[in-house]
């Protein structure tokens, strides 16, 4: 067994806990009891144990932490929202009104290009990191509707193109050619591709010939998956089940929530996220999709 967990101590029984690994990769904890057996003559001859699955129980407890830290959030979220968006109304439109104001064209169009571009950006990556604290702590229900994966992967690869982040990256595609429509809120799913999309370049940084593979295909006949796989950095297994944890993250200026937010997302419609992932070698995310949300919520509203 693995390192044992916070010892509890008796005269007649020993109680500890530990994590282990099953044969299909799921991690359970288990908490042991152990007691001694005694003969008529009180004469120790043996130990017998017993173990409990207490997985269910430990995620239960943190679900119920995480959902006060984001009750928390939700309060200080919608205050933050309403005053942040003011301000950023007003830094961009401003910020649109100095370029109208500037009378010679090249200085215009160089200040439009380097600066008034550049704050606008800021604006809205601020906009959009208090947008995914207020997404966190109350989210909202899909608007449902048949889509296609293959234009869903077509207009981010054309967003991350536009915005220069692929610059250097040589990106592979490969779509079903007969891909079936799946129902889905169109926005949520292009924010996850998007989401994972970024993680991916991030990996990149400072790797010898970068490379993205994106591909879509069947899910046997359930529904339709996205694959999105890198030669990046990779991960090892302790970043790996910290993932989807809110707030973890390990860049510099990440917020660590999109990950968790993509995983709220995909779970809304029914679907789920896998991902395989090796130190030095890259990652590979795949997003499965059915072709009809199944939830029982969901069923209910339509």
């Known amino acids: 067994f693995p390192q044992i967990q916070k010892p509890i101590s008796g005269d007649n029984e020993d109680s500890y806990f530990i994590s282990v690994k099953t044969t299909d990769g799921t991690r359970k904890k288990l908490l042991i009891n152990s007691s001694n057996i005694r003969s008529l003559d009180g004469e120790n001859i043996g130990k017998i144990y017993m173990a409990y699955d207490i997985s269910e129980i430990e995620r239960e407890q943190q679900r119920m932490q995480q959902q006060e830290k984001l009750s928390l959030l939700e309060q200080m979220g919608a205050a933050i929202v309403h005053e942040t968006k003011n301000y950023l109304a007003t830094i961009k439109g401003s910020c649109q009104v100095l370029s109208t104001m500037i009378r010679d064209e090249h200085v215009r169009k160089y200040a439009q290009r380097k600066y008034a571009q550049r704050i606008g950006m800021a604006a809205d990556e601020i906009n959009r990191i208090v947008m995914d604290f207020l997404s966190l702590s109350k989210p909202h229900s899909p608007a449902l509707k048949a889509a296609s994966l293959n234009e869903i992967v077509g207009s981010v690869i054309e967003l991350l193109k536009f915005s220069s982040l692929l610059d250097g990256i040589s990106v592979k595609l490969s779509l079903e050619p007969e891909e079936k429509l799946i129902v889905c809120d169109e926005s949520q799913i292009r924010q996850v591709v998007l989401n994972i999309c970024k993680n991916a370049i991030e990996a990149l940084e400072g790797i010898d010939k970068p490379?993205?593979?994106?591909?879509?295909?069947?899910?046997?006949?359930?529904?339709?998956?996205?694959?999105?796989?890198?030669?990046?950095?990779?991960?090892?297994?302790?970043?790996?089940?910290?993932?989807?944890?809110?707030?973890?993250?390990?860049?510099?200026?990440?917020?660590?929530?999109?990950?968790?937010?993509?995983?709220?997302?995909?779970?809304?419609?029914?679907?789920?996220?896998?991902?395989?992932?090796?130190?030095?070698?890259?990652?590979?995310?795949?997003?499965?999709?059915?072709?009809?949300?199944?939830?029982?919520?969901?069923?209910?509203?339509?």
């Open 211 to 302: 490379e993205i593979r994106i591909s879509t295909g069947m899910w046997d006949d359930k529904g339709m998956y996205i694959e999105i796989a890198d030669n990046g950095k990779g991960m090892d297994e302790e970043q790996k089940e910290m993932l989807w944890t809110p707030f973890y993250t390990t860049k510099e200026h990440g917020t660590g929530l999109g990950l968790s937010i993509s995983l709220n997302i995909i779970q809304e419609h029914g679907g789920k996220i896998e991902i395989e992932s090796e130190v030095g070698k890259g990652s590979c995310f795949r997003i499965l999709l059915p072709f009809r949300n199944t939830r029982p919520d969901q069923e209910r509203g339509h």
